[in-house]
């Protein structure tokens, strides 16, 4: 059983930064593919970020490719979302969650068997 906890969200103005964490518990987090997803009220859940084993394969959606930045450390079993340059748009609640099958890297939310509770970005303008 893998346990994800999320945190870092906050309020933060349009053009500001904030830099969400997750960590990780149980299993074999050096050997999962791990995700970010967003989830803003009335919408789907939409892939964000996505990072491979070793940190050397990421992969981002459109809408926030060159403004957030997926990056992990094995030590410490953590999965980080650094986000920058934010707009009003990118207010959701943001979800980690992590790949156990053995996918190099995953971006569809039916790829993920875990999930943490999820940490509210709220963007001002």
């Known amino acids: 059983q893998v346990q994800l906890v999320e945190s870092g969200g906050g309020l933060v103005q349009a053009g500001g930064s904030l830099r969400l964490s997750c960590a990780a518990s149980?299993?074999?987090?050096?050997?999962?593919?791990m995700g970010w997803f967003r989830q803003a009220p009335g919408k789907d859940r939409e892939f964000v970020a996505a990072i491979g084993w070793t940190g050397g394969a990421t992969l981002y959606s459109d809408s926030v490719k060159g403004r957030f930045t997926i990056s992990r450390d094995n030590a410490k079993n953590t999965v980080y979302l650094q986000m920058n340059s934010l707009k009003p748009e990118d207010t959701a609640v943001y979800y980690c969650a992590a790949e156990v099958t053995g996918r190099w890297i995953a971006t569809r939310v039916t790829q993920y068997a875990y999930w943490g509770q999820g940490t509210q970005v709220t963007v001002s303008s």
């Open positions: 149980g299993g074999m987090f050096s050997r999962y593919a």
